[in-house]
């Protein structure tokens, strides 16, 4: 699987970057399967990617689950605790999206 590459232009002539960055929406990622799994300094979010096609994000924490968040609405994105995956403890430290 190659890396994706970012959607943002700059002075490659790709298009314009970013103006400014505007903070839309805030959400707590869980470090385990539980939506309630929430604490500081548990690696929650090891690794993040973002998927633009199905506005989806994937989280791999340090205690082995990657968790899936929706941004189908970017106001207010929503963990999808049907969607996590236990790695067994697994220690993950990457996570990638394959294009089809």
Known sequence: ???????ISGPSGLGPAPASFDLVS????????????LAFGMGAAEQIIYDA????AYAVSE??????????DAAAPVVV?????DLRGAVATDVEICPE
Not at 26 to 37: F, I, N, Q
């Open 26 to 37: 805030r959400v707590y990622v869980p470090y385990g399967l539980s939506a309630t799994d």
């Open 81 to 85: 605790t049907s969607l996590a995956v």
């Open 1 to 7: 699987c190659a890396a994706a590459v970012p959607s």
């Open 53 to 56: 096609t199905e506005r989806y």
């Open 63 to 72: 205690q082995g689950v990657l968790n899936v968040v929706d941004y189908a």
